[in-house]
């Protein structure tokens, strides 16, 4: 497999991720067991399930949702309607349905296709709709910004420079993204064919060299060669006579 492909399996696993948020979650937020524990740390013992209880009850009473003053709620909304944030959840839902749409064409058949898409955009808008991704992201501002907060950046983003923020920061996002993975990219490409002696196994990983002449290579045609010049006092040759 070659290093260049690297960016179409990267979005292929982000693909299955966005999909299946879950599977990215599996290895960072699964729960340890009471017999991991770090190195020179006693091990606590497990709470009891009824000590849980109260703590569980508690974190859901500090829930901000829970408790969230209608007018923050208003400004956040606010807000994400002058960002764009707010059609974040239906953009992503486009993607995927896309991406579903683009994979059953071709395992379904043209002519399930669209019995299989009406199925998938129903039961798929049932489980994650748009606005409960908007919900959920009112839920993640009110955590981090206070009421001021919000309204600080509602009067910036109403302004005639915070409206051109909203249009143009996208594009520079992609723009920087897209430059800074592809400088990465080099270094790392660079990095390993400095090491490819010493690893002779990583070189069919490498893309081809285009700095380096490639072997067998046919020659370059050759420049003509220049007639070299009568020596002084030298006749020059007689041209045929035109015949009559």
């Not at 292929?12 to 699964?30: C, E, G, K, M, R």
């Not at 990095?191 to 285009?210: C, H």
């Amino acid at each position: 497999m070659k290093l260049r492909l690297a960016p179409l399996v990267f979005t292929f696993v982000v693909l299955i991720f966005a999909v299946n948020p879950t599977l990215a979650q599996s290895s960072a937020d699964a729960p340890k067991t009471p017999g991991q524990h770090q190195p020179g740390v006693a091990s606590k013992p497990a709470p009891a399930a009824q000590a849980d209880a109260p703590n569980a009850a508690r974190t859901q009473s500090s829930d901000p949702a829970a408790k969230l003053d209608p007018a923050k709620d208003a400004a956040i909304r606010h807000l994400m309607d002058i960002t764009e944030v707010s059609n974040m959840g239906q953009n992503i839902q486009n993607y995927i349905t896309d991406q579903v749409q683009q994979v059953a064409g071709r395992a379904v058949g043209a002519g399930k296709v669209q019995k299989f898409m009406d199925t998938f955009s129903t039961q798929f808008n049932a489980s994650a709709s748009p606005g409960a991704v908007t919900d959920a992201m009112v839920t993640i501002y009110a955590k981090n910004f206070s009421l001021e907060d919000i309204q600080g950046l509602i009067q910036f983003y109403e302004t005639p420079l915070g409206k051109r923020v909203v249009k143009t920061l996208p594009e520079v996002s992609q723009q920087s993204q897209r430059m800074g993975v592809e400088m990465e990219q080099n270094a790392a490409i660079t990095v390993l064919r400095g090491m490819s002696n010493e690893y002779p196994e990583i070189k069919p990983m490498l893309p081809a060299d285009d700095a380096k002449p490639q072997e067998n290579a046919p020659a370059p045609n050759a420049a003509p060669v220049p007639k070299p010049a009568p020596a002084p006092g030298t006749p020059a040759s007689p041209k045929s006579a035109p015949q009559k």
